[in-house]
């Protein structure tokens, strides 16, 4: 593998496939309003009288809600 650095003329802006880092994608910020709801929810429907892990998953799941 080997990484060949081009002058800014012979890159063509037109091709999606080499958009380089004049490319950055748009940063999506998680809905604060429901996140640790939804995560103390999910928290809560893994603590399964099966699950040994119960106990410390109620325990996340306050420790979430609190948040």
Not at 46 to 56: G, K
């Amino acid at each position: 593998m080997s990484i060949r650095i081009l002058p800014k003329e012979e890159i063509d802006k037109n091709e999606p496939a080499k958009k380089g880092i004049c490319h950055i994608p748009p940063v999506l910020f998680p809905n604060l309003n429901n996140l640790y709801q939804s995560r103390a929810e999910h928290f809560q429907s893994l603590a399964t009288a099966e699950n040994p892990f119960s106990e410390y998953l109620i325990f996340a799941a306050h420790v979430t809600r609190a948040q």
